[in-house]
Nanobody, 123 residues
Framework: QVQLVESGGGLVQAGGSLRLSCAAS????????IGWFRQAPGKEREFVAG???????YGADSVKGRFTISRDFAKNTVYLQMNSLKPEDTAVYYC?????????????????WGQGTQVTVSS
């Protein structure tokens, strides 16, 4: 059982930055792919970025060049650095874990989820 806890959300003006953290309880954290997803009101949950054990990353087109995903194995933590934020980035952000190395883009592939953290970008 992997427990994930997100933090770092908040209210920021357009053009600002936030760094989200996803802390995992599992000591074999390196065996899992970690994905960040987001869900805005009335919309489906969408993939934002993912990272695997070799720190291979992939980001959605909507965030490329603005968001960066990274992981600290010593701290069992994955980060999502979000720069140049836009009002359309407003959503609840979730981190999720899937066992293995494949960088899945679909939420259904991820077994473990955090509780989410709210990100609000004002115009």
């Amino acid at each position: 059982q992997v427990q994930l806890v997100e933090s770092g959300g908040g209210l920021v003006q357009a053009g600002g930055s936030l760094r989200l953290s996803c802390a995992a309880s599992e000591r074999t954290f390196s065996n899992y792919v970690i994905g960040w997803f987001r869900q805005a009101p009335g919309k489906e949950r969408e993939f934002v970025a993912g990272i695997n054990w070799s720190s291979t990353t992939y980001g959605a087109d909507s965030v490329k060049g603005r968001f960066t995903i990274s992981r600290d194995f010593a701290k069992n933590t994955v980060y999502l650095q979000m720069n140049s934020l836009k009002p359309e980035d407003t959503a609840v952000y979730y981190c999720a874990a899937a066992y293995g190395t494949m960088l899945y883009l679909e939420a259904v592939e991820y077994r473990y989820w955090g509780q989410g953290t709210q990100v609000t970008v004002s115009s």
